[in-house]
């Protein structure tokens, strides 16, 4: 057999091996944001079950700062190898695309799609004293005083001003929106009665739904959730294809070998589909999803051209 030919069916071999032995080290996890929020709780629990599924351990690498960008820039220069990923959101891979002028990456050239985990809805709720039982109720009110009404967010492109400039959009109303520097601060707010209403996570504001301090007229996700069935969505309260979620996944670098894709892909399913893992993104207000890559990779597009047309019609800027 002549050398190279030899040579080539050997490096074929090495490489076939090495693929069949992924892992043989600990895996780094990239979280683009500081420890103890939503997108940590979710990254940890995956890294702890990828880690016991494939044999060795993923360690999380906290990297916050710039809107996610700093871990965008840091997993886009690792190795291709499989031995660096990303816990993707949608605000670095749909919005800031669109937000920032000067961007470190661009997500579909830097990024391999691997898997979308999970999904989170927002709820639209109003302080009780408002009379609005219902979204059309209250975009019938808000048309009816343009300029006067207001909703809050947890700061400048947060998922919750986010979801309010979507809704201004498609409802047609004028509101205007109060930053505040946090979610709770802009929740409390609404419990005052200092603002008529805001977006916020599904979790934090079931129990003052419940207890009657705040009215829940929709949640944001395309189907009910199951931790509020009872509410609709703002989809079918008269606003059809409105859908703003928080969602996160896993991506690789670009160059990441197929078959690691894939054999990462495979493990990942498998989580979501544990019924314990069920149970404990439901007590967060979370649905699981277990994409494949390819729709993960459409998932990415669609909320990209959506939120790039939300920043240009609103002019929304980054703080």
Avoid at 235 to 261: C, D, L, M, N, R
Wanted: aromatic residues 6%; positive net charge.
């Amino acid at each position: 057999m002549h050398k190279s030919v030899a040579a080539l069916i050997t490096a074929a071999l090495l490489s076939s091996a090495a693929h069949a032995a992924y892992p043989e080290r600990p895996i780094r996890l990239m979280l683009p944001f500081p420890p103890g929020g939503p997108s940590d709780i979710v990254g940890r629990l995956f890294a702890q079950k990828l880690g016991e599924s494939l044999g060795q351990q993923v360690v999380i690498d906290n990297r916050g700062g710039a809107a996610g960008n700093i871990a965008c820039e840091i997993t886009k220069g690792a190795v291709p190898d499989g031995y660096t990923l990303m816990q993707a959101t949608v605000g670095t891979m749909s919005i800031n695309p669109s937000l920032y002028l000067k961007l470190p990456y661009e997500p579909l050239r830097d990024f391999a799609p691997i898997s979308l985990l999970t999904e989170t809805p927002y709820l639209l709720v109003v302080n009780p004293n408002l009379p609005a039982k219902t979204v059309k109720e209250l975009v019938a009110l808000a048309k009816s005083q343009p300029g006067k009404m207001n909703f809050a967010s947890g700061g400048v492109g947060t998922g919750n001003h986010f979801s309010g400039e979507l809704f201004r959009m498609m409802a047609g109303i004028n509101v205007v929106h109060i930053p505040y520097k946090g979610s709770g601060v802009g929740m409390n707010d609404v419990l005052a009665g200092q603002v008529q209403m805001m977006f916020i996570n599904l979790l934090p504001a079931t129990p003052f739904v419940a207890n009657g301090r705040l009215r829940g007229l929709g949640v944001t996700s395309a189907k009910r959730s199951a931790a509020a069935p009872d509410i609709p969505t703002i989809a079918e309260s008269g606003f059809p294809g409105y859908q703003s979620t928080s969602w996160h996944g896993f991506v690789a670098p670009i160059k990441v070998p197929a078959p690691i894709i894939k054999q990462l892909h495979g493990e990942l399913v498998k989580i979501v589909n544990n019924p314990e893992t069920k149970k404990r993104m439901a007590g967060q207000g979370t649905d699981v999803i277990g994409s494949t890559p390819e729709e993960f990779r459409k998932v990415i597009q669609t909320e990209s051209a959506k939120w790039a047309n939300v920043i240009k019609t609103t002019g929304i800027k980054p703080e």
